[in-house]
């Protein structure tokens, strides 16, 4: 019988994050200071992160240790299995190999907490009290939740006004670990109120939630910012997953000629991703693809330049691809892909040719994650149905080849919250989003005074 999954011991779980700025043939441009319009120094980061996190945000050194109490409680769903998708092989009449890392066996069901975690323990190790966050779906603000809970600090949420009324239960889970939630645009916030005030409809966006959690942190001298994907530290804290994946492929004589992921600010794509991009620079031969909703197409239609993190220009200034920080994405189900912005690493990556970026709509991403569900068994988020598209075209594109491809991605989260999603696709009540060009022409209007890289 074909082994269906690989398990490493607590003891495998990784010492170290891997940082593939240290391998990059060259580096990402600087975030700049949106008043002077230079590149901002730690100084100007430490209203809103410990310092050990805005070290770690530039560093180049190539491994950075796991403290042992972040490792300690890694290891309550670390190591995360890795499967062999045989169902789905045998469902696809296909020669390819198909295997997935599983991230859905975290407590709060997504990658998510390889960074929440972290995040709180550097947080409470400089003595913060709380974490101010924004969340899309629900997911970050949940796992955040769950890593104050675990080190002892409070947690404040701003949640996506679309989400918090589609996903109560998300926000009942951010409350059972002790987190308070509200809905963004909210009025605890200076930046709130004002959309609110223009807007009192508004359906909230990640960009307005990100402006009202910054304001609050700097606002506040107990509270720092926490962000749950984009920056450098986020990617860093996920290489736990590709590390991993490496060993277990390793246990399954395997290597990937393909690595997919979705991606929402670009976290669980890379945090899988960068050690294989590591064996691509030195020169082996893999291909590596991102894949993004068509409805939110940062990536494959949005622009690169600089812009703001946020829709009130709260942020730094950061070289990314964009839809321009003012976007508010269609109300598509994958609600942690709905950001008008990239990660910079991951931005760098495709302008250098290194990855390759993929858009799909919504719904032949749900009849792939309804086909996984039924031979895989699990049911997948809504966000990484996406790469399980991408897989299947992949595998599409090896027949027409002629070839055999050992193909991984990851499944970074299940969707056992996202059963209204489910139940529109399966009652053919969900509908795709054509982006009309002239939308995202006047989005990108916003990053035209906008310093170019
Ligand atoms: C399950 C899941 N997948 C993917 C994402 C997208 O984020 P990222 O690209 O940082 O992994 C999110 C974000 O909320 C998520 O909850």
């Not at 395997?254 to 929402?264: E, K, S």
């Not at 760098?348 to 390759?356: A, C, M, Y």
């Not at 792939?368 to 992949?394: C, L």
């Not at 070839?403 to 989260?413: M, P, Y």
């Amino acid at each position: 019988m074909a082994q269906r999954r690989y398990v490493l011991d607590e003891d495998a779980i990784p010492t170290q994050w891997y940082n593939l700025a240290a391998d990059l043939p060259s580096l990402p441009p600087p975030p700049l200071h949106p008043g002077t319009g230079q590149p901002i120094g730690p100084d100007d980061l430490a209203p809103l992160f410990p310092m050990a996190l805005i070290l770690q945000e530039v560093s180049t050194e190539r491994w950075i240790p796991i403290p042992e109490p972040v490792r300690a409680a890694y290891a309550m769903w670390r190591p995360t299995p890795l499967h062999r998708a045989l169902g789905l092989e045998r469902e696809l009449g296909t020669s390819c190999r198909i295997f997935y890392k599983y991230e859905g066996v975290s407590p709060a069901g997504s990658h998510k907490p390889n960074t929440s975690i972290p995040q709180a323990f550097f947080n409470r190790e400089e003595g913060v009290r709380r974490l101010a966050t924004e969340t899309g779906a629900g997911q970050w603000g949940s796992a955040l939740a769950l890593a104050c809970a675990l080190f002892g600090m409070e947690c404040k949420v701003y949640m996506v006004r679309a989400s918090y009324d589609q996903k109560p239960y998300r926000r009942v889970m951010i409350e059972t670990w002790g987190g308070a939630c509200v809905p963004s645009p909210s009025a605890d916030t200076a930046s709130g109120r004002a959309i609110l005030e223009a807007s009192p409809d508004s359906t909230g966006s990640l960009g307005i939630a990100i402006s009202e959690a910054v304001e609050d942190a700097a606002t506040r001298d107990d509270t720092r910012y926490s962000l749950g994907s984009v920056l450098n530290h986020v990617l860093l804290h996920q290489t736990v997953i590709g590390q991993e994946a490496r060993r277990q492929l390793e246990d399954a004589g395997a290597a990937p000629d393909v690595v997919v992921g979705c991606v929402g600010g670009g976290s669980n794509f890379s945090g899988l991703a960068f050690p294989f991009l590591a064996e691509k620079i030195a020169g082996r031969d893999v291909r590596v693809i991102a894949a993004e909703p068509a409805a939110c197409p940062t990536l494959t239609r949005g622009h690169y330049g600089y812009d703001f993190g946020d829709t009130a220009e709260l942020t730094p200034l950061v070289a990314m691809h964009s839809l321009g920080h003012g976007f508010v994405p269609p109300a598509i189900h994958s609600g942690g892909l709905r950001y008008h912005g990239m990660a910079p690493l991951v931005s760098h990556l495709v302008k250098e040719g290194l990855v390759e970026p993929r858009a799909y709509h919504q719904r032949e991403c749900f009849a792939e994650a309804v086909r996984f569900a039924r031979v895989e068994g699990i049911v997948p988020a809504p966000e990484p149905s996406h790469a399980i598209r991408a897989v299947v075209e992949e595998v599409e594109r090896a027949r027409e080849e002629g070839v055999e491809r050992t193909i991984l991605f990851n499944l970074c989260g299940h969707g056992h919250f996202d059963m209204g999603a489910y139940d529109d696709f399966l009652s053919g009540q969900m509908e795709d989003y054509e982006l009309p060009q002239a939308d995202l022409d006047r989005a990108a209007e916003a990053m035209a005074g906008l310093p170019t890289p």
